[in-house]
């Protein structure tokens, strides 16, 4: 049980262009849904929380502009990252909180993003 | 602020081996602590947690005791196999600014050689 994907796994993209993360939790449903960015050897960096339904908090220094986040189910969040440079080049990995009050997260399997 | 310290890597330790990595904490509430762990190519995975003081979290015969009066969520092993080769991370939950959020240490690379 406390399955959550990702799509896609890996992609590539232009300078410029917008690319869309989908986060799915596959049997539960998560009130709470986080983004989390990996550098390379570094640990993870929480960019944003959202609860389905309401905006995305953002952590302090992520742009709410550029990285947007969707909860528009409690099976379902999306990541899209808008007018992509290569320094958005990152793994980015999405966790699903099941209840409100519990604090453990399951976390998906991450999507590499590499701009060019 | 909440953080988390984890003993530098990358560890390299022959199969059978014991294991240690070092875990400590700071945090102004009463934090879940948690230890994940990422294999290659893959996402975080919950390994074991502990809720409060004493605790002793414990799966594929990792364990990790909550000690709150040295701040500390060490992770043994008392003998590991090359398939625990991987990134672990420990973790604390606390609520920051009115949110329950996860802070992770720097995480710590494990190879274990045959």
């Known amino acids: 049980g406390a399955v959550v994907s990702q799509h896609p796994s890996r992609v590539i993209c232009k300078s410029g262009t917008s690319v869309k993360i989908e986060c799915r939790s596959l049997?539960?449903?998560?009130?709470?849904m986080f983004w989390y960015r990996q550098f390379p050897k570094k640990s993870l960096m929480l960019m944003a929380t959202s609860n389905e339904g309401s905006k995305a908090t953002y952590e302090q220094g992520v742009e709410k502009d550029k990285f947007l986040i969707n909860h528009a189910s409690l099976t379902l969040s999306t990541l899209t990252v808008t007018s992509a440079h290569p320094e958005d080049s990152s793994f980015y990995i999405c966790?699903?909180?099941?209840?409100?009050?519990?604090?453990?997260?399951?976390f998906g399997p991450g999507t590499r993003l590499t701009v060019l | 602020g909440d953080s988390v310290t984890q003993m530098e890597g990358p560890v390299t330790l022959s199969e059978e081996a014991f294991l240690t990595i070092n875990c400590t904490y700071t945090?102004?509430?009463?934090?879940?602590l948690f230890w994940y762990v990422q294999y290659p190519g893959e996402g975080l995975q919950l390994l074991l947690k502990?809720?409060?003081?004493?605790d002793k979290g414990s799966n594929k015969g990792f364990e990790a005791t909550y000690r709150k009066e040295t701040t500390s969520f060490h992770l043994e092993k008392g003998s590991v196999q090359v398939s625990d080769s991987a990134v672990y991370f420990c973790?604390?939950?606390?609520?920051?600014?009115?949110?329950?959020?996860?802070?992770f240490g720097q995480g710590t690379r494990l190879t274990i050689n045959p």
């Open positions: 973790a604390l939950s606390d609520r920051i600014q009115g949110a329950q959020k996860l802070v």
């Open positions: 049997d539960f449903q998560a009130t709470t």
């Open positions: 945090a102004t509430g009463y934090p879940s």
């Open positions: 502990a809720t409060k003081a004493d």
């Open positions: 966790s699903a909180r099941q209840q409100t009050y519990t604090d453990t997260q399951y």
